[in-house]
């Protein structure tokens, strides 16, 4: 009886101490993935269309995009919009002289994909 305590008291022991010494020896500084974020350099504001404007009209646009590794805008298309044919080729033509430091995964410059940007066109 005394054997099977000391068996168990022993397993309980040793057992977390190995999983912790597995946990600590599998995680190095090599496995973590380092992000650094994209950070936006050039906004352009959108062009409130004339006669849009002219007739009091407000609106707003979602537009979704991909930031390459070079940190220019490419695939811009409207997602949603109260008016996307009176504001979206506005909210196009602005969203593509974004310019952005794109973001760096491991040291490397990666591109992201389904970015999305909200113009408001109010007066």
Same mark, same amino acid.
């Given at each position: ?19 912790? &010494? ?5 995680? $190095? +500084? ?17 062009? #409130?269309?004339?006669?849009? #404007? !002219?007739?009091?009209?407000?609106? =707003?646009? =979602?537009?979704? #995009? /991909?930031? $390459?590794?070079?940190?220019? &805008?490419?695939?811009?298309?409207? +997602? ?12 196009? !033509? ?10 760096? &995964?491991?040291?490397?410059? /990666?591109?992201?994909?389904?970015? +999305? #940007?909200?113009?408001?066109? +109010?007066?």
């Amino acid at each position: 009886m005394k054997n099977e305590i000391m068996k168990v008291f022993m397993f309980k022991k040793i057992i977390p101490i190995l999983l912790l &010494v597995l946990l600590f020896a599998c995680e $190095t +500084t090599d496995d973590r993935m380092q992000i650094i974020p994209a950070v936006i350099l050039k906004k352009v504001p959108a062009v #409130y269309p004339p006669d849009a #404007y !002219a007739q009091n009209i407000e609106g =707003w646009v =979602w537009v979704r #995009y /991909t930031i $390459t590794e070079n940190g220019d &805008v490419i695939n811009a298309e409207v +997602t949603q919009s109260n008016s996307e044919v009176l504001f979206g080729p506005s909210a196009i !033509a602005a969203i593509q002289q974004f310019k952005y430091r794109p973001r760096i &995964v491991n040291g490397q410059a /990666t591109s992201i994909n389904g970015v +999305t #940007y909200r113009f408001d066109f +109010t007066k």
